[in-house]
């Protein structure tokens, strides 16, 4: 079965101003250079091709920019600050992560201490639609990678993340 939502265009995004347009897009995945990527490809037939537009845009983030981006972003079970982190989204995308759980609460800590040791950034996952346990078990999972894979997995996580988001604010 299609996704009905696959098929409609991205009217409302197509028909916005551009600094409105780029306000937006920054909020699904604060990259300057990503967002003038995906605002200038408008319009865009269908969601599906600007979902395309933002997947090859993020395919190229540098260094610095996937730092960047992850500045924005507060580690998986801790609460977000409202200066440093997009935290209307994280509040409601980390909903599934139970922090009254002291036990799931200090793995998740562990976990992303030796995340941080080991790839020397944040954890990032799209913890929508996940509970504690399940992104628990990603982090341990993903503590195995080489330093490439585990940049590749990072940008997918984006990309995963600013889909959701762009489905919500660009529609």
Known sequence: MTDPAAQSTP????AMTED???????????????AEVVVSG???????GLEA?????????TDDELAAALA????????????RHEVVHSEREQAGVDRT?????????????AYEERFGRVFLIRAAG???????AELRRRLGHTDEQERAETVEQF????????REILA
Do not use: K
């Not at 408008?42 to 599906?48: E, L, N, Q, T, V």
């Not at 537009?53 to 983030?61: F, I, K, Q, S, V």
């Not at 924005?72 to 977000?80: C, F, K, Q, S």
């Not at 036990?103 to 562990?110: F, G, N, P, S, T």
């Open 20 to 34: 409105t347009a780029r306000a937006r897009v920054l909020s699904c995945l604060d990259v300057a250079r990503w």
């Open 42 to 48: 408008r319009p865009y037939d269908a969601w599906s």
């Open 101 to 113: 759980d002291p036990e799931l609460a200090r793995q998740l800590r562990e976990g992303n201490e």
């Open 130 to 136: 996940r509970d504690g346990p399940e992104v628990l």
């Open 72 to 83: 924005r972003h507060p580690r998986i079970g801790e609460r977000a600050a409202a200066a």
């Open 159 to 166: 990309v995963q993340i600013a889909l959701l988001r762009a």
């Open 53 to 61: 537009a933002m997947r090859t845009a993020a395919a190229t983030l």
């Open 11 to 14: 009217r409302a995004f197509n």
